[in-house]
């Protein structure tokens, strides 16, 4: 795609009745194939962080994601549905700023969006392989093909396809036999399946016996209890002398196994 590296200032881009935005020329001294380069706006961009957002849990990796595009900012408006864009260094990740992104495709095989296109393949698959019950396993290497195979036939048909649809045709990526909203309603089910896990009733948190807090906690209560049958036996001699050893101290109730979320 590009046959120099110069570094990159700004482009412009132009937008078309589908709702893509084409990138039309950029900065002196860098020579690329513009039929062909499609870039994200701020919208698509929101769409594919909502994305990964819901995959995080299964090993999204920021770093990588950052590095795969170049980010710019809306310089000026000018004719003809087309804009002059300027590079930025924001974060893509910055809510404050709106954004486009423009994926780091100059090396196709083993550059920065490469990278992210190979990751977000593996946390998709290690998603589906968790929350969905089959006798066997997806594997990257099945759903590469698949993905792969569609994609040449739209090449075949002479459809370029922009980076949104290939970056959301793998975050949304859902096994033959199972359809987008059957998949939504799992990942649902399995997010309040794991807050019901976390927290108990009338507002008391689930905690690790383990913890080094409940141990100090249960260390203090114990203290405690026994300073009480001490107290008890001395202001009450008598009644310690006749029952003797055979006397069982109340048991008093057992703490909850967990304690109210902490102040804040």
């Known amino acids: 795609m590009a046959t120099a590296t110069p570094k990159l200032e700004w482009c412009t881009v132009r937008f078309d009745n589908e709702s893509l935005w084409w990138v039309q020329s950029v900065n002196k001294g860098i020579h690329w194939g513009f039929d062909e ?4 706006d701020p919208r698509q961009l929101q769409h594919v962080l909502e994305l990964l957002a819901s995959m995080r849990e299964y090993g999204v990796q920021d770093d990588i994601v950052e590095k795969a595009f170049f980010k710019f900012r809306l310089k000026k408006e000018m004719t003809n549905k087309r804009f002059r864009l300027e590079r930025t260094r924001d ?3 910055d ?46 290497e099945e759903v590469d093909a698949e993905i792969r195979e569609a994609q040449a036939t739209d090449n075949i048909e002479e459809q370029s396809i922009h ?40 507002g008391y948190e689930e905690i690790n ?55 804040k």
């Open 95 to 140: 809510s404050d700023q709106i954004l486009f992104i423009l994926p780091d495709d100059i090396d196709e095989e083993s550059g920065p969006f490469a990278d992210f296109m190979r990751h977000i393949m593996r946390v998709r698959v290690r998603m589906l392989n968790d929350l969905i019950e089959s006798d066997q396993a997806l594997t990257v």
């Open 163 to 202: 980076y949104f649809t290939e970056i959301t045709t793998v975050l949304e990526y859902t096994p033959a036999g199972l359809d987008a909203d059957e998949l939504k309603d799992i990942v649902e089910e399995e997010t309040v399946t794991k807050a019901g896990d976390t927290v108990l009733e009338d």
């Open 91 to 93: 974060s893509i990740y």
């Open 209 to 263: 016996e383990d913890d080094e807090a409940f141990k100090q906690d249960k260390e203090a209560l114990n203290w405690e209890q026994q300073e009480e049958e001490q107290q008890r036996k001395r202001d009450n001699p008598e009644f310690e002398d006749i029952m003797g050893d055979s006397v069982e101290v109340e048991e008093k109730p057992k703490p909850r196994r967990g304690r109210p979320p902490k102040k």
């Open 37 to 40: 380069l499609g870039i994200i």
